[in-house]
């Protein structure tokens, strides 16, 4: 018969539990060898980080993130995330890669081993621990039993095990690993800024629209000239996202406005389809391509619109279509080196590289031509980069 002495007690001064830094450093591993497994993921579903890289537009990375490719990708990653710390934590005496580098251990307060269902909840815990400003996890450090909130609500602690890990040895890999991420998800945010700029702008820019019908009320002129001013402040806060998104938030919405007034106004939908390529919360690129099918149906002899609408079918990855729509854009106008410079990205992405050459530098020279002020000079360098790219 056990007398009181016996009992296992989770309180018992025998217990070390593990404090923040070691927990810390654990995570650093866990989150690599993560990263690296979501890496693999992506790049055998085809919407991987080279890709990302690859890509010469915001819409196109937008385009993969919104592909079955990305899709899938990024639920795969999830369910192996989940699996990682679910199936390690219950046969590895809850230990995952990381915690058993530096020698801990997760359990039961109660001293009993954690089953799937407890390692579960307490992964969906973390979520929780994390999108409170990680306040969640900082509550290791003035907690007792050093205890997050994810530990808290599986009813679990994490303890030292009787083993010592080479402290010297872990916290090395823990910075390399650090290193190592920092670099990767600094690189991507450094790419999706550089692409922000190269959103496709609005035609209106590059080409005389003057001569095409476009009256305005005065109500709708008021709302149009809100939309321009926005998209002006946009292009300003060209490298700050969260900025872009407010700020065309509020142009989808004046445009829409607009649009309730004046539905048959194709300069209205040809905006709204122009504002649906840059970052939102509102809209996808298939509503982008509506309304660029709206815009060009309503004046289909306007190469601009056309044009519009062939960019919006490049963003969905339709390359044949595109180029029917901007070869009509060419029959229209011959004189866009907006329209030559999209001829040349579906060409490109079609392989048919001699047409995309030519394309590409049909487009330098309209832009050269124009550029008197150095009006197209980022526009002249992009499509000399791209042209240079292409295989020969």
Known sequence: METAETIP??????????????RFGAAVVDTTVLLFLGWSISEMFGAGYSQIFQAASYEELLSLSQSNAGIVSTL???????????????????????????????????GEKL??????VRYIGTYLSGVILYIGYIMVIFDAKKQALHDKI?????VRTEKSPSTILAALISIICLVVMVLFFASLVIKSISLVPKVQNSLQNNVDISSFSDKMTP???????????????????ANDPKKVRALNDEN???LKQAILIDPNNPRLWNGLGNAYTWISTDGTLEDSLAAAQKAESL???????????????????????AVLELQKSVRLSDSSGITYMSLGRAYTNLKIYDKARESFAKSIEIFTRKNSEGKYDEEILTVQKWSA???Q
């Open 299 to 321: 004046e289909p002899n306007n190469p601009i619109y056309v044009n519009g609408l062939g960019d919006a079918l490049i963003s969905l990855k339709r390359y044949d279509e």
């Open 9 to 22: 007690v989770i309180d018992a001064p025998t217990i070390r539990y593990g404090g923040f830094l070691r």
């Open 219 to 237: 109500e709708v002129q008021v709302l149009f000239d809100k939309s321009e001013s926005l998209f002006v402040q946009m292009r300003q806060e």
């Open 76 to 110: 795969v990653g999830i369910g192996v995330g989940v699996l990682y710390f679910v199936i390690l934590q219950t046969y590895m005496n809850g230990a995952t890669l990381g915690k058993k580098l530096y020698g801990l251990r997760i359990q039961k307060t109660s």
């Open 154 to 158: 599986a009813s679990t602690v994490v």
């Open 252 to 254: 989808i919405a004046t």
């Open 389 to 391: 790219s292409l295989p």
């Open 115 to 120: 089953n799937y269902l407890g390692a579960t």
